[in-house]
């Protein structure tokens, strides 16, 4: 299961009933609301006192979490009454409160939607005799996936339809589709509530009949073995945990366990190697791995572990052709290594360095192919690929511009020299390349259409350094039009992340132009806590150093401010999941450099969340936040910092919060919770907003189209935060 993800994203003239340019915009001296205001609603306080290692706090609104939240999860129509009154009225507040910008949303869904290529297909993938892909009817709001005959344009074979298995349904993705080695069967997962909490299903593709009754509770990942008479997926406990790898004959028959993980802070993986002969199943944390494996030709035999789980040990194995190729922080190498081992004796004492160890330069990711070994390498936040052949000799693909991302693609085939890429940045839609290893060739695929048009020349993408308190610099990641000026009279958007090692690429989002075509400046904030400078870049904001993370981003603003990029009170700050987290540490560190504070589905009750191992993730984030349970010292700097918690009379920026009733990471009640706890506190007059999806979970709605309403929601609310919009409300 992945950990809180991040959500990790030429405009028309405004109509004459939406708010005016913001470019201009002047900040008022203070903020009160008109005397026809909508009247907010007050949530109650039921007082519960929890006493933890000697140490007592007071939870007013410990009442929004249903005490029967895992079948919530499954069924929201069971949630308690008066959680869903308080909900519904809080999502009621925030429409009225907001409806002078629904022209705006309209306009900037339209707008949007404009830039999407609505007939769009993927760049197909070649598996043998055919090639696979998906791709979108116009006005469809979910692919087709399918298949034709390879080298061809036709003979087109749809093996699902999307958009039929989601009619009727509020909320239905596609979690993984895969196919058997020969080509006879196909199976996908579906979330049909937000949950996460897939059904998996098997068909033949010759006949369309279905195999088997439908798997249910999976986590979603679908792996058949090399004859196809067999498939393997990871189960979703009660708790909403992977603890099993269990398979079972394709078409039909008894489910036996392969597997069954005894750690409940452990997230289990399954994949096919490289070269399709093993069967992986991962058990890691953010601290240790251990894998094993099952020949893929054998898929009833015993699994064999690699290298058993020590403490501060963590790998990745794959196999290629006569050996293992794994990645690994083992010996001291903090940014990871490649090392190799003997088939048939894979544990650590038989490693062998294959590329060293190098601070700094963060080894993503390996790839393996029958002649070649590829890796991305992340150095001072931007991407590299590394070629590499069986002699060892070595040549890298990589971009000469101050803030790019490339990124390998997957394939199906295992003995081919063809790699496929992607290169973006801010101001570039992505390109995608199939690149010959061998001759050193590439071949442009596809590049990004936006139908509405886009020209490169207009924008200007720039990387700022900002200097940490303690002398660490922040890469910043600028983006605007070249007419926009650099005075500070632009409104700043300020995104940010830093949690879990997971870098924030310096990539293309058609979204962001919405704004940035208005006169903003859209920020991204490279902060520790990602490895954007690799992975000591991480360890620097975890557990007892987590507050680099905030006041890094805070160095950030200030940066840009010092810079004359921005002003303080003309920059609204953007964040979602544990970036939820960050939005509510620095809400409360430095409201006064906000306009308004953006926390998607945020992790914000820090202390009550990882203090309870019932939810789903608390056990296997300790190591990322500590133990609260058990350590008093990881409690009491969680403490310092829980933006629940440090909630106090200050005056705060306007706020908009948003979750997902079915969202199985971070619950509906800590944007919930949030919001009760702000909203009384604040002494700015400015609104504290709630966004409740009632039917869907952590990515919001599940439809291309419905999901940009979503982003027009959040994005108008950059814009009516800066223009003060709630003093006309």
């Given amino acids: 299961m992945n950990r809180r993800d991040l959500l990790a994203t030429s405009a028309a003239a405004l109509a004459a009933t939406a708010l005016p340019a913001v470019a201009n915009a002047k900040p008022s001296a203070g903020a009160s609301m008109p005397q026809n205001a909508p009247v907010p609603p007050v949530a109650k306080k039921i007082p519960v ?49 907001m409806a002078s910008t629904e022209p705006l949303q309209l306009e900037l869904f339209e707008e949007m939607k404009g830039r999407i290529k609505e007939d769009d297909s993927s760049v197909p993938l ?4 055919w090639e696979y892909y998906a791709r979108y009817n116009t006005g469809a709001q979910h692919p087709l996936y399918c298949r034709r005959p390879a080298g061809r344009t036709d003979g087109e074979v749809i093996l699902l339809d999307a958009n039929a298995l989601a009619e009727g349904k509020a909320y239905s993705s596609v979690g993984e589709t895969d196919h058997s080695r020969d080509h006879a069967l196909f199976a996908w997962s579906e979330d049909a509530q937000g949950s996460e909490v897939y059904e ?137 290594k490649i090392v190799t081992a003997p088939t048939d004796a894979p544990g650590r004492a038989n490693w062998t360095d294959l590329v060293p160890f190098t601070e700094g330069r963060l080894i993503e990711s390996i790839s393996a192919f029958s002649g070649h070994l590829t890796r991305v390498e ?5 991407t590299r690929i590394v070629v590499r052949t069986r002699d060892g000799e070595e040549h890298a693909i990589a971009v000469d511009e101050p803030a790019y991302a490339l990124s390998q693609g997957g394939t ?37 259409e936006v139908p509405s048009g886009h020209n490169i020349d207009d924008y200007v993408v720039e990387r ?13 990641t600028v983006l605007r039009r070249k007419s926009t000026p650099v005075d500070g009279s632009a409104p700043v958007l300020l995104y940010g992340y830093g949690s879990y090692g997971i870098p924030m690429g310096a990539t293309f989002n058609t979204n962001r132009l919405s704004l940035v075509d208005r006169g903003f400046i859209y920020a991204i904030a490279h902060i520790r806590g990602g490895s954007d400078k690799g992975w000591g870049w991480f360890l620097a904001a975890r557990r007892m150093t987590k507050k680099n993370t905030f006041t890094d981003f805070i160095a950030a603003a200030e940066h840009l401010i010092e810079r004359n990029y921005a002003r303080a009170g003309n920059i609204v700050t953007h964040g979602g999941s544990a970036g939820g ?4 540490a620095i809400n409360n560190m430095r409201p006064d450099l906000w306009a308004g504070v953006i926390g998607d589905v945020p992790f914000v009750d820090v202390i009550n969340t990882m203090s309870d191992t019932s939810l789903p993730l608390t056990p296997g984030e300790w190591p990322e936040w500590g133990d609260p349970i058990t350590d008093a010292a990881a409690y009491d700097y969680m403490m310092s910092y829980s933006p629940y918690d440090q909630v106090e009379a200050k005056a705060y920026p306007a706020v908009l919060a948003t979750g997902g009733l079915s969202d199985p990471r971070v619950t509906y009640w800590e944007p919930e919770k949030w919001v009760a706890k702000l909203r009384p ?13 009632m039917t869907a979970g952590h990515f919001s709605s599940s439809g291309r189209f419905d999901y940009l309403k979503d982003i027009a929601i959040v994005y108008a609310f950059a814009i009516w935060s800066i223009q003060k919009g709630w003093e006309r409300a």
């Fill in 49 to 97: 006192t929890i006493e933890q290692l000697g140490r007592t706090r007071t939870d007013d609104y410990q009442w929004m979490k249903d005490d029967n939240w895992q079948q919530v999860l499954r069924d929201p129509s069971i949630i308690k009454a008066d959680v869903k009154e308080h909900l519904d009225a809080e999502n009621a507040y925030r429409e009225a409160m």
């Fill in 126 to 129: 070649k598996d043998g005799p």
């Fill in 200 to 336: 998996i299903f098997v068909k033949d593709i010759a006949s369309g009949q279905f195999l088997g009754e439908t798997i249910g509770s999976s986590m979603g990942g679908i792996t058949f073995s090399a004859d196809g008479e067999w498939i393997f997926w990871i189960n979703r406990d009660d708790n909403g945990r992977s603890d099993k790898i269990l398979k079972r004959r394709t078409r039909g028959g008894e489910i036996s366990t392969v597997y069954e993980e005894p750690d409940d802070g452990m997230y289990m993986g399954l994949s096919l190697s490289a070269d399709y002969k093993y069967i992986l199943i991962t058990s890691a944390n953010g601290e240790q791995t251990e894998m094993r494996y099952v020949p893929s030709d054998q898929p009833e035999a015993t699994p064999v572990v690699i290298e058993p789980r020590r403490e501060a040990v963590r790998y990745e194995a794959d196999h290629w052709g006569d050996r293992w190729v794994i990645r690994t922080d083992a010996d001291g190498a903090v940014d990871f």
């Fill in 378 to 382: 992340r150095y001072e936040a931007n």
């Fill in 412 to 448: 199906y085939e295992y003995d081919t020299t063809t790699m496929r890429y992607a290169y973006t940045s801010p101001s570039t839609p992505t390109q995608t390349y199939d690149y010959d290893m061998a001759t050193r060739t590439r071949t442009l695929r596809k590049t990004l």
């Fill in 464 to 476: 700022l350094n900002a200097p940490a308190s303690d002398g660490a610099m922040v890469p910043v």
């Fill in 581 to 584: 987290m960050l939005m509510g």
């Fill in 681 to 693: 506190a604040t002494t700015s007059g400015k609104p504290v907003l709630l966004k409740i999806n």
